[in-house]
């Protein structure tokens, strides 16, 4: 079976051994969209999305085993959709990203809730501050991509929910202005390397 991209990430907790058939799979940037939303005053959600980030991972699809999972975005490429609101998340009452200019996470364990859900467990990086953060996964498709190379793309969905306060990110929580808690989504396709 080829579903368990989530199976691997989500077995126990990274190979040490090497396998032959490791490939490397890298997310198609063109293919990729993480977005959050997060409570404004209390009346509505507001969305906003990150346009450049960049991320790749080891993966033996046979013995279902998932290494060096690293994404890197962008904080200065938010984009919520006003220009006055961006250049308040990007300063320092938000990302403050003169100062921490990436958003990593990398991955380092899961669990499978079965052929194609799960969650994978790493390490996020907000500001400088690194907090473990638990994705519920969904792994939608694993086949050829049916343009161009005709290589192996794996489809993803992701969804997690952080407190920005943990990151050290408290504007407006206290007096209620802007929630604490951000829901991330993350669509990704990931296509194997030759």
């Known amino acids: 079976m080829r579903m368990p991209l989530i199976a691997a990430a989500l077995t126990a907790a990274f190979a040490t051994t090497a396998h ?3 490939a490397r799979y890298e997310l198609d940037t063109e293919h990729t969209n993480v977005y959050f939303t997060i409570e404004h005053i209390g009346y509505a959600r507001t969305l906003g ?20 999972v690293v994404v890197t975005i962008d904080a200065s490429s938010v984009n919520t959709f006003n220009d006055a609101r961006d250049g308040h998340v990007r300063n320092k009452d938000f990302l403050h990203v003169s100062a921490h200019p990436d958003i990593t996470f990398v991955a380092s364990g899961g669990t499978p809730a079965g052929d194609t859900t799960g969650t994978v467990t790493g390490d996020l990086t907000i500001l400088g501050v690194t907090r473990p953060v638990t ?5 939608n498709k694993v086949a050829d991509y049916p343009f161009g190379h ?3 793309v794996l489809g993803l969905s992701m969804t997690t929910t952080i407190l920005r306060s943990d990151f050290g990110m408290t504007y407006g929580v206290d007096n209620g202005l802007v929630g604490d808690e951000v829901r991330i989504n993350i669509e990704t396709e990931a296509m194997k390397m030759e």
């Open 20 to 22: 032959a058939d490791m």
């Open 49 to 68: 999305i990150f346009t450049n980030l960049s991320g790749a991972f080891d993966y033996d699809v046979d013995m279902q085993e998932l290494s060096d």
């Open 150 to 152: 005709k290589r192996e």
């Open 135 to 139: 994705l519920d996964v969904t792994l």
